[in-house]
């Protein structure tokens, strides 16, 4: 093919939509978006200091002290920079090992967490096509397992999927706050894990 026969072109960028890849969503649904990831990160936040509090209030028995010393401050650590999947297996595990817990439905709110960051993966990495009529999308999504993500995203999914994670979050707190302590980093109720004593 000699060059005469290609046919080359460019995009005209002042020709694209204004607020182009996002011109076709409302900014209200943008501004939903936005606020279910923000509280998907604060979930992470809430994990961390829940592991953090459920070690720190653990009971050791006077020969392990030193090796639950070292290996906490790499668990810390990992609590910081974790995603939201990785924290739900270390919090669970935490709870289970913690003489303390009052927790009974672990497992269940471990299990509830992933489900929720399969969820987010999808917001935050989905390339969102146009909405349909009612203002609802399809984001591009295919997780590693190769699945397509296929169920419509609007407005009020959004409401409902940040409504749940607020309760996985009070559930958390929950967690930690129901033995006692007060949780990490909050002025409520119950006795600080880091008092000075």
Sequence with gaps: ????????????????????????????FWEQLGRTIATFGFLEEVLGKAIFAFTAT????????????QAWLPQLDRALTDQLWHLSETFGKV????????????SELVDDIK????????????SWRLPNKSGASIPFF?????EKFDTEIDVEYLNQLDAHVL????SVINSVTHMGWQFPGGAGPGRPIMDGR
């Design 167 to 170: 309760c996985l979050i009070c």
């Design 1 to 28: 093919m000699s060059d005469d026969e290609i046919k080359r072109s460019v995009i005209d960028r002042d020709r694209l939509p204004e607020m182009f890849p996002t011109h076709g969503h409302s900014p209200q």
């Design 95 to 106: 709870v289970r090992e913690n003489q303390s817990a009052t927790t009974q439905n672990v």
């Design 115 to 126: 489900k929720a960051a399969a969820i987010r993966n999808v917001l935050c990495h989905g």
């Design 142 to 146: 295919i997780n590693r397992k190769k």
């Design 58 to 69: 653990r009971e050791y028995a006077p020969e392990e002290i030193d090796a639950a010393f």
